[in-house]
C-alpha cells in the first residue's frame, strides 16, 4: 500500500472512530433527556396532587376555624399556587 493510500485509510479509521463515539454519546443523551422527561412529567403529577390536597385542606379549614387566621392562611395559599411570595 502506498503511502497516501495508508493516510487515507488512516484518516478514514479515525473517522469511523470518531462517528461510533458520537453514536454512544447521542444515544446517552436521548437516555437522559427522556428520564428528564419522565421526572418532569412525574413533578408536574406531584404539584397537581398536592394542590388538591391544599384546596382540599383549605376548604375543611374554612368550615373550623376562625376568620382572620383563615383569611391569611388562604391568601398566602393562592400566592404560593402562582408562585408567588407571601
Keep these: ?8 485509510k488512516e484518516e478514514n479509521d479515525r473517522l469511523k472512530a470518531k462517528v461510533e463515539r458520537m453514536e454512544h454519546q447521542i444515544n446517552y443523551l436521548i437516555i437522559e433527556a427522556d428520564t428528564d422527561h419522565a421526572r418532569w412529567l412525574r413533578c408536574l403529577e ?19 376555624m376562625p376568620y382572620p387566621p383563615y383569611v391569611t392562611i388562604a391568601k398566602d395559599w393562592n400566592a404560593a399556587k402562582e408562585g408567588k411570595q407571601s
Design 1 to 8: 500500500m502506498s503511502e497516501p493510500d495508508y493516510q487515507l
Design 46 to 64: 406531584d404539584k397537581e396532587r398536592l394542590t388538591k390536597a391544599g384546596d382540599l385542606m383549605l376548604k375543611y379549614a374554612s368550615a373550623n
